[in-house]
């Protein structure tokens, strides 16, 4: 949520800044309602004081012992009236609070400008593109012969887009997990198992709610959503609180099975593991201050690397440009691992610092060294998406027998384990 006063102070930034999203916004609507909203504070104010006024006028008048019916009854009507200007107010700054719930974050200086991903910009890149002296075949089929990815019973139980997980892709899975959350813990995060229900206070302090409704699974007799993400948990453990400054920054990593329709998403990814209702992700959270925001981002963005690293994938880092940014992000860095079979590559992580944006929703403050509150900065980034690693290993570590190699980095959480076999 952006600072409503900031935003009325600064309508040409915040209409360029939007308009470089490609986001609509009717910022004439804010402004309007802020003027009606003046004008009924105004003529409350005035109303009190002349009430004050009047009240006085009658304690004279009765130690006088003179008539005060009239004025008896002005302050009536002015009663009447501020219990009318009252409901005019709550009015007003719920429509103002509705359309500020929709303005997205403001993008830092330093993103790119962009209509859509194909304006996005090369950042870094890591690692060898792997070669090989057979036709590389997709995740599906190499799964399908090993036995551990099953699409149909995935259906057959619930729907397209689930997936049963068997045997040794199962284990894998499981590895990743622990490697993952193993190696975050090592590098000063704390590990944190989050709910995989959260309520819609929570969904609306990260920015979910309202814009991505239609991209939740909802739980209509309980009023809880299945998590899209582990973001929203993890940054909500301080929702409503004030953090002292030397606590900052608070670093945590969370293990989530994560859910999403993907509305609006059918035709895309249909095979395979890319695109799932359900999936396993590591995230990584972060609460900062302002000052230290950009780097923490960028040290985010190392340690979510350091995975792919240690699993020996060959990745790039990508600067989204301002049309291909999220809702809540002032500035996002995605990282895409190569899968040979698609000859390219696709995302695997997604980094992002949301400056206060989330943390004016979620009403997350911290208290300065001289004693002033202030809202903070919350950053997120995966650490990784587990399906997607799955996928890069099956991928790049296939060989022409039909077998996987296991990553070394691996094999400690697999038994030792050193390849997927028929």
């Given amino acids: 949520m952006l600072d409503i006063k900031f935003l009325l102070s600064n309508l040409d930034l915040v209409a360029d ?5 490609g986001a609509d916004i009717d910022l004439a609507a804010i402004v309007k309602l802020d003027k009606e909203r003046k004008a009924v504070i105004a003529e409350t104010e005035e109303l009190k004081r002349l009430r004050n006024e009047i009240s006085k006028q009658v304690g004279v008048l009765k130690r006088e012992g003179q008539d005060t019916t009239a004025l008896q009854q002005q302050v009536k009507n002015s009663a009447d009236r501020m219990e009318a200007l009252d409901a005019d107010l709550k009015v007003i700054e719920e429509k103002l609070r509705d359309i500020t719930l929709t303005i997205p974050n403001i993008i830092d200086d330093s993103v790119p400008i962009g209509k859509d991903e194909t304006e996005n910009t090369l950042y870094r890149t890591w690692g060898e593109i792997p070669t090989f002296d057979f036709e590389p075949k997709a995740h599906w089929d190499i ?18 887009r689930f997936t049963m ?17 193993d190696l975050h813990a090592s590098r000063g995060y704390t590990e944190v198992l989050p709910p995989y229900m959260i309520n819609p206070e929570a969904l609306l302090g990260t920015g979910q709610l309202p814009k991505f409704q239609e991209e939740l699974f909802w739980c209509e007799r309980d009023n809880l959503y299945l998590t899209p993400t582990a973001e929203v948990p993890v940054t909500n453990l301080y929702a409503g609180e004030i953090l002292p400054e030397a606590d900052l920054p608070l670093r945590y990593t969370a293990y989530s099975a994560c859910f999403r329709r993907e509305a609006g998403s059918y035709g895309k990814d ?16 972060k609460f900062a201050t302002p000052e230290n925001s950009m780097a923490e981002l960028e040290s985010m963005v190392s340690e979510a690397e350091e995975v792919l690293k240690r699993l020996n994938l060959a990745y790039r880092v990508i600067t989204l440009c301002s049309g291909d940014i999220g809702f809540s992000s002032a500035k996002t860095y995605d990282i895409e691992v190569w899968l040979p079979a698609q000859n390219t590559y696709r995302e695997i992580s997604s980094c992002s610092t949301c400056t206060d944006f989330q943390a004016r929703r979620a009403n997350i403050r911290y208290r300065n ?41 691996l094999r400690p959480y697999m038994g030792g384990l050193e390849r997927l076999t028929k």
């Fill in 17 to 21: 800044k939007l308009k470089a999203r």
């Fill in 143 to 160: 799964a399908g012969e090993l036995g551990i990815l099953d699409f149909e019973r995935g259906t057959k139980v619930a729907k397209s």
């Fill in 165 to 181: 997980i068997m045997g040794h892709g199962a284990r894998m899975g499981r590895a990743l997990v622990a490697f993952m959350m």
């Fill in 270 to 285: 249909v095979r395979g593991l890319i695109r799932q209702h359900q999936f396993d992700k590591v995230e990584l959270v």
């Fill in 369 to 409: 060294k001289e004693g002033k509150v202030n809202f903070l900065h919350t950053l997120n980034g995966s650490g990784l998406a587990v399906g997607r690693t799955l996928v890069a290993i099956l991928e790049n570590y296939q060989q022409a027998d039909g077998s996987v190699i296991v990553p070394e980095a």
